[in-house]
């Protein structure tokens, strides 16, 4: 390296360290100890490059400081402007950045080398550099960071030498590893999973500098595992103390005067039907057939907004948290237990109050009439699924009529939804049997049974009763339509992507399927596709492509319907205990009907936006947890040979997906011998070159375990003699 570009080097190095610095000065000293100059003649090069840098007005000098020359950036942004901008940094796990901003079409592509200090998750400024000649990708520049996108990261520590202490960060976490300074170990030990904030990060040729804040326990064990899951995604198990204890000031006891101003529902046969392992009971249901031929079901959802006071501690815990988190062995509840399973919670022989839709509905399955009213009800009977399955089936029980009754009716508003045009998806549910460590000894396929139909088509039609009801007082007003009359919460699901959707038809195409997407796709074509592949060994493949290519369910004030159920009005009523969209609809309904306007459109925008962000990252975190014990499970069974079915190809190798137990894991191009192959796009297939010897989606194949990484949660297979 020239002396010149050795000079140059030293000038962007110092102009990093102060851009990179809190307030974005630093003294000459803290320069000499950050970059380790020693000797004299260090030390006399850094200074005749302070002022080199002085004279070309790119820093300033005040009192002992060195800043950045304000004046001479504020002129080069003026120019630099229309090619700088803002968002979302994402870091892919070889390293390479990409920044999601709403003032680019596409992502911005960030090397390595470009990202500088900053993190996954930081928002950041980025200079636009160039363009992909081929794709037309913008490429950039990280110039600033606006904003850290974490409060803590996790990983592993690791001693490496008496005094020197590292963390190995988490791939999801951080792309790189951290330092620690002994003072800032606390408790924790080699080898244990901790978590940690970002003291300090100088220069991305140094390490950034981590403070240990809390130890989840060695790492490898089942605890630790799970609690850094939830670190990953930025989520914690415990309440803070304050609302523990704000939660167990709430008392268990309903006044009478309270049950007084509610409907009383409590000598009626109110009952549950919920997992076997279930504790916080949403909902219940009562139904009865009335003289004219009608059924009156009555959905009782639990009052939580009863409880849960506007802007209090509890609230505020309740809205950080968005949704409880329902990992393979725990559940992270959106409120404390003593409320989630226990004050809330709808157990059988105990009052409690609800919040009921009761609805009249006509043989037909249409909506005949409604009302919404705040009740208290007496539950007589807790069923698991099963046992409400069984009473189907013709089982005598006390509650036969009712649970017959409930059948009939959810059998009657199925066939309407599919005929009207809901999509029905099938996707086959891993369940894992744990012993004691919460080691996976067993994977089974949670069975779907009548029982789950029979709650779910109920919730659906309180859920779509109430937002009906909302665009209903719109009519009753006769007021201009605006966004503020009569804001509502709406559960809304667009159409599908249609390029993913052309997508899906050209990966099925070779495979002899034939999806047309055309201009309008409605979702009978969808359930046609569906239809073609049920009970065939590309049925779990085609329904996992199908649900990519649709777009996601989210929570927004304005109502553009959801495609998936085929509704024009629907919304999250029936679980307020474990989301907290549930609760702001509660609020809104009872606001409606005292004659209260609680929330604003512009408010709800920003709800929808908070809430949405909260379910991706909860089921983000679900389906880290499966893929976890997947991993684990096969981890013990290395070399050992499975059945599987080809659920995806690209040019790196070919995803396999186990029958029976549907863990996906990977054989690598590298793996598949004998030939040398080539990703045929047309085919969408491997083709080997000499022998045509395809891989293509949707075959049969037997593979062993090859290889499992934990720490990466990813499985290797090989291909089986």
């Given at each position: 390296?020239?002396?010149?570009?050795?000079?140059?080097?030293?000038?962007?190095?110092?102009?990093?360290?102060?851009?990179?610095?809190?307030?974005?000065?630093?003294?000459?000293?803290?320069?000499?100890?950050?970059?380790?100059?020693?000797?004299?003649?260090?030390?006399?090069?850094l200074d005749k490059t302070l002022q080199k840098l002085t004279a070309d007005n790119r820093v300033e000098r005040e009192d002992n400081y060195v800043l950045l020359n304000t004046n001479n950036i504020s002129k080069r942004s003026s120019q630099e402007n229309s090619s700088i901008v803002e968002g979302k940094l994402d870091i892919s796990a070889r390293g390479t950045g990409y920044v999601i901003s709403e003032q680019s079409e596409q992502d911005v592509m960030i090397s390595s080398r470009d990202i500088g200090t900053a993190l996954n998750d930081d928002i950041v400024r980025v200079k636009i550099t160039g363009k992909n000649k081929k794709s037309g990708q913008p490429r950039g520049k990280i110039l600033e960071i606006v904003e850290r996108g974490k409060d803590?990261?996790?990983?592993?520590?690791?001693?490496?030498?008496?005094?020197?202490?590292?963390?190995?960060?988490?791939?999801?976490?951080?792309?790189?590893?951290?330092?620690?300074?002994?003072?800032?170990?606390?408790?924790?030990?080699?080898?244990?999973?901790?978590?940690?904030?970002?003291?300090?990060?100088?220069?991305?040729?140094?390490?950034?500098?981590?403070?240990?804040?809390?130890?989840?326990?060695?790492?490898?064990?089942?605890?630790?595992?799970?609690?850094?899951?939830?670190?990953?995604?930025?989520?914690?198990?415990e309440f803070p103390k304050e609302v523990e204890e704000y939660a167990h000031q709430i008392p268990l006891e309903i006044p009478e005067e309270e049950c007084k101003r509610r409907r009383d529902l409590r000598d009626q046969n109110v009952f549950t039907i919920d997992p076997a392992d279930a504790k916080d009971f949403d909902d219940a249901?009562?139904?009865?057939?009335?003289?004219?031929?009608?059924?009156?079901?009555?959905?009782h959802i639990a009052d939580v907004t009863h409880y849960l006071t506007p802007k209090s501690v509890l609230d505020e815990e309740a809205h950080n948290r968005g949704t409880s988190v329902y990992l393979v062995d725990r559940v992270i509840p959106m409120l404390p237990e003593v409320l989630s399973n226990g004050v809330?919670?709808?157990?059988?022989?105990?009052?409690?109050?609800?919040?009921?839709?009761?609805?009249?509905?006509?043989p037909n399955g249409k909506l005949v009439d409604y009302t919404i009213e705040e009740?208290?009800?007496?539950?007589?009977?807790?069923?698991?699924?099963?046992?409400?399955?069984?009473?189907?089936?013709?089982?005598?029980?006390?509650?036969?009529?009712?649970?017959?009754?409930?059948?009939?009716?959810?059998?009657?508003?199925?066939?309407?939804?599919?005929?009207?045009?809901?999509?029905?998806?099938?996707?086959?549910?891993?369940?894992?049997?744990?012993?004691?460590?919460?080691?996976?000894?067993?994977?089974?396929?949670?069975?779907?049974?009548?029982?789950?139909?029979?709650?779910?088509?109920?919730?659906?039609?309180?859920?779509?009763?109430?937002?009906?009801?909302?665009e209903e007082m719109r009519k009753e007003s006769n007021k201009k339509r605006s966004k503020n009359l009569f804001p509502f919460f709406y559960r809304v699901h667009d159409r599908p992507d249609e390029e993913k959707l052309t997508g899906i038809a050209e990966q099925v195409k070779p495979i002899g399927i034939k999806f047309e997407v055309g201009d309008n796709i409605s979702p009978k074509r969808i359930n046609n596709l569906l239809e073609k592949v049920k009970n065939t060994s590309l049925e779990y493949i085609v329904n996992g492509l199908m649900l990519r290519a649709m777009a996601k369910a989210e929570y927004s004030p304005n109502n553009i319907g959801h495609f998936g159920l085929g509704f024009g009005h629907y919304a999250h009523f029936t679980s307020p205990i474990r989301r907290y969209p549930d609760v702001i609809v509660h609020r809104l309904l009872k606001g409606y009907n005292s004659g209260a306007q609680v929330y604003t459109h512009d408010q709800l925008i920003k709800d929808g936006e908070h809430c949405s962000a909260r379910e991706r990252v909860a089921v983000d975190a679900e389906r880290d947890s499966v893929k976890l014990k997947q991993v684990e499970f096969l981890s013990k069974k290395t070399g050992e040979k499975f059945d599987g079915i080809i659920s995806g190809v690209m040019e790196r190798g070919i995803f396999i997906t186990l029958k029976d137990i549907y863990c996906e894991g990977m054989v690598r191009i590298s793996d598949l011998k004998g030939d040398y192959f080539v990703y045929n796009d047309k085919r969408h297939a491997l083709v080997g070159r000499k022998s045509g010897k395809q891989f293509q989606l949707g075959d049969e194949i037997k593979v062993y375990v090859k290889s499992t990484d934990m720490q990466k949660r990813q499985i290797d297979f090989g291909l089986a003699k």
């Open positions: 390296m020239s002396k010149r570009q050795r000079q140059k080097n030293l000038e962007e190095l110092i102009i990093d360290l102060i851009k990179n610095s809190p307030k974005n000065r630093l003294t000459r000293e803290q320069i000499i100890s950050v970059l380790r100059l020693e000797s004299d003649n260090e030390v006399n090069r803590f990261y996790v990983g592993t520590l690791k001693k490496v030498t008496k005094e020197n202490y590292i963390i190995e960060t988490d791939t999801k976490s951080a792309h790189t590893n951290f330092y620690v300074l002994p003072e800032f170990i606390g408790k924790a030990e080699d080898g244990d999973k901790v978590v940690f904030e970002l003291e300090n990060w100088v220069h991305p040729n140094a390490l950034p500098e981590a403070r240990i804040t809390s130890v989840l326990g060695k790492s490898g064990s089942n605890d630790a595992n799970m609690l850094s899951i939830l670190a990953e995604n930025d989520m914690v198990a249901l009562s139904i009865k057939k009335l003289d004219n031929g009608n059924y009156y079901l009555g959905v809330c919670s709808l157990r059988p022989n105990e009052d409690k109050l609800t919040y009921s839709c009761f609805m009249e509905i006509a009740t208290v009800i007496h539950s007589k009977q807790r069923f698991t699924y099963e046992e409400a399955q069984a009473i189907v089936d013709g089982k005598k029980h006390k509650f036969s009529k009712e649970v017959q009754l409930s059948a009939e009716l959810a059998r009657i508003l199925h066939d309407k939804r599919f005929r009207e045009g809901a999509i029905d998806f099938d996707t086959p549910e891993p369940k894992f049997v744990l012993d004691d460590d919460g080691v996976p000894q067993e994977v089974i396929i949670k069975e779907r049974i009548f029982a789950h139909r029979l709650i779910e088509e109920c919730m659906l039609m309180a859920n779509k009763t109430v937002a009906t009801h909302v």
